[in-house]
T-cell receptor, first 114, second 110 residues
Framework: DGGITQSPKYLFRKEGQNVTLSCEQNLNHDAMYWYRQDPGQGLRLIYYSQIVNDFQKGDIAEGYSVSREKKESFPLTVTSAQKNPTAFYLC?????????????FGPGTRLTVL | GQQVMQIPQYQHVQEGEDFTTYCNSSTTLSNIQWYKQRPGGHPVFLIQLVKSGEVKKQKRLTFQFGEAKKNSSLHITATQTTYVGTYFCAANNAGNMLTFGGGTRLMVKP
């Protein structure tokens, strides 16, 4: 069963703690992305990666970090430097050149920082 | 950078009424994609438009790409409650990342 999985679905953390969100895909896609969505808002790009061991900052990368050690995995770390981390985080992947092809989204992780 | 404006932000319609959302870009686009996000869910790809003036249909949904490739619209004929959700356009300008519009949230009264 192909697709993108994100875990956990809901995550609660105390202020000042780093937290890592998981994203795994078995679609054999090269490109992967992380977006942030705030209530009633659109999607804002945090980071993207076209290939293993390479990634680029998106529009709102400050306070976040990523890694791409495997093609299937693109974890996102929300650091304590992120001033307002509570949000819905969506991971996506695409088969073509980054930014041009259809994007397939995971179910998302709702992060609440207390 | 590229900006994509989507209007309206919200739309309440009675079941059976039509619905339209509009997407406007500040630059000429290579293509535009449309996604739907159900309440509490994640965006799901609907369609991609590439050619100037292109029109595509999916059941009750009609998608149009403007002649100048700077705007697009999604029209739903005789909306049903199953169409509830937020519709996003995502614009691609050659060589750049997809830029998502702010979305139009459709609410349907049965």
């Amino acid at each position: 069963d192909g697709g993108i999985t994100q875990s956990p679905k809901y995550l609660f953390r105390k202020e000042g703690q780093n937290v890592t969100l998981s994203c795994e895909q078995n679609l054999n896609h090269d490109a992967m992305y992380w977006y942030r969505q705030d209530p009633g808002q659109g999607l804002r790009l945090i980071y993207y990666s076209q290939i293993v061991n390479d990634f680029q900052k998106g529009d709102i990368a400050e306070g976040y970090s990523v890694s791409r050690e495997k093609k299937e995995s693109f974890p996102l770390t929300v650091t304590s430097a992120q001033k307002n981390p509570t949000a819905f985080y969506l991971c996506a992947s695409s088969g073509g050149a980054v930014g041009t092809d259809t994007q397939y989204f995971g179910p998302g992780t709702r992060l609440t920082v207390l | 950078g590229q900006q994509v404006m989507q209007i309206p932000q919200y739309q309440h319609v009675q079941e059976g009424e039509d619905f339209t959302t509009y997407c406007n870009s500040s630059t000429t686009l290579s293509n535009i994609q449309w996604y739907k996000q159900r309440p509490g869910g994640h965006p799901v790809f609907l369609i991609q438009l590439v050619k100037s003036g292109e029109v595509k249909k999916q059941k009750r949904l009609t998608f149009q790409f403007g002649e100048a490739k700077k705007n697009s619209s999604l029209h739903i004929t005789a909306t049903q409650t199953t169409y509830v959700g937020t519709y996003f356009c995502a614009a691609n300008n050659a060589g750049n990342m997809l830029t998502f519009g702010g979305g139009t949230r459709l609410m349907v009264k049965p």
